[in-house]
């Protein structure tokens, strides 16, 4: 078996807020030999504790990823390998926390709340091919904390 090489980009992912909807972040494209971060996107996730869906942001730590297949979108996406008790983990594109069931959704900016309370992310499939382009469909990583 040959191992597939690994990108010079990274993820970092700093949680900033932990709302009763969603969290919400600051999503760092992390070059690993410069040490610098050329870009930076905002994220959303479901919320710290469990949904009414029961679904809740991913926990903090480290997580391989790599270029998958994604099922319900038809399309390959970055996916989290190796989150505890958790399956299925995609980097996708999305406006807001309905729009996900456990992923993370990458946007350039953060729209403020709606009547509900609600963020929304802006400009999310941009976001996703800037990911893809500077990662270019290697195998990485994403650090996630707060």
């Known amino acids: 078996?040959?191992?597939?090489?690994?990108s010079d980009y990274s993820f970092l992912l700093k949680r900033i807020d932990f709302l009763k909807y969603?969290?919400?972040g600051e999503f760092w494209i992390w070059n690993k030999k410069t040490n610098n971060c050329p870009k930076k996107f905002f994220s959303l996730e479901p919320p710290k504790?469990?949904?009414?869906?029961g679904c809740q942001c991913i926990p903090e730590g480290k997580y391989s990823i790599g270029w998958q297949y994604m099922l319900s979108h038809d399309v390959c996406h970055y996916e989290l390998i190796a989150v505890p008790m958790r399956s299925g983990i995609f980097?996708?594109?999305?406006?807001?926390v309905i729009d996900t069931t456990g992923c993370i959704l990458v946007g350039e900016g953060l729209i403020l709340p709606d009547q509900l309370g609600q963020y929304k992310l802006k400009n999310?499939?941009?976001?996703?091919?800037c990911i893809e382009m500077y990662l270019a469909k290697l195998d990485s990583n994403i650090i996630i904390y707060h």
């Open 1 to 6: 078996m040959t191992s597939v090489p690994d």
């Open 22 to 24: 969603a969290t919400l």
């Open 49 to 53: 504790l469990p949904d009414e869906r």
């Open 91 to 96: 980097i996708h594109k999305g406006n807001s």
């Open 124 to 129: 999310s499939s941009y976001a996703i091919d």
